[in-house]
T-cell receptor, first 111, second 115 residues
Framework: DAKTTQPNSMESNEEEPVHLPCNHS???????IHWYRQLPSQGPEYVIH???SNVNNRMASLAIAEDRKSSTLILHRATLRDAAVYYC????????????FGKGTHLIIQP | DTAVSQTPKYLVTQMGNDKSIKCEQN?????MYWYKQDSKKFLKIMFS???????INETVPNRFSPKSPDKAHLNLHINSLELGDSAVYFC??????????????FGPGTRLTVL
């Protein structure tokens, strides 16, 4: 499986934007870039995904590098409820493959 | 409007017992999964199942077996429970044909404690 690399932890202040980086230098052409997050004592939650173009939804934005070897999840205005572990995962489109989770980035939000 | 549900939420049992965790999804998905999250918070896939194929993670002991009575359910049976089986187990589902490209929906988890 193509691997992703994320910082172990990041800290940000409430109501400020947060940029969570992810490196995936061995990404293949059919891999989608997925982001999930896991809030304390909850199951993982889908955040956003993309293939080549930048993507926006109500939760976040995903900026994908032109060579697709890295991406950044952007939370435009972090709240305390965004404190979670964020996982960047590569997944083949159209398949039934499960997600392969790494260690993720533990995002700490300071009030 | 529960999407993926699991029962029970908590399960405490003795070593050597056999137990089951139930999972149901009402999303119309064609693929379901079981994940295990250990005490170090590492999430690992155990099984991937659709109505044609069961994919088993080779590291999962054969004491663990998924059973699917229909497309909306994937139950997890565990025989001869061991202390090391203590973990949080998550059920999940997805569709290969979903418009958003295959996002995976997770249940709330079942915390299994083996004494």
């Amino acid at each position: 499986d193509a691997k992703t690399t994320q910082p172990n932890s990041m800290e940000s202040n409430e109501e400020e934007p947060v940029h969570l980086p992810c490196n995936h230098s061995t990404i293949s052409g059919t891999d989608y870039i997925h982001w999930y997050r896991q809030l304390p004592s909850q199951g993982p939650e889908y955040v956003i995904h993309g293939l080549t173009s930048n993507v926006n939804n109500r939760m976040a934005s995903l900026a994908i590098a032109e060579d697709r070897k890295s991406s950044t999840l952007i939370l435009h205005r972090a709240t305390l409820r965004d404190a979670a572990v964020y996982y960047c995962i590569l997944r083949k489109g159209g398949g039934a493959d499960g997600l392969t989770f790494g260690k993720g980035t533990h995002l700490i939000i300071q009030p | 409007d529960t999407a993926v549900s699991q029962t029970p939420k908590y399960l405490v049992t003795q070593m050597g017992n056999d137990k089951s965790i139930k999972c149901e999804q009402n999303l119309g998905h064609d693929t379901m999964y079981w994940y295990k999250q250990d005490s170090k918070k590492f999430l690992k896939i155990m099984f991937s199942y659709n109505n044609k194929e069961l994919i088993i993670n080779e590291t999962v002991p054969n004491r663990f077996s998924p059973k699917s009575p229909d497309k909306a359910h994937l139950n997890l049976h565990i025989n001869s429970l061991e202390l090391g089986d203590s973990a949080v187990y998550f059920c999940a589902s997805s569709s290969r044909f979903e418009k958003r490209g295959g996002g995976v929906d997770f249940g709330p988890g079942t915390r299994l404690t083996v004494l």
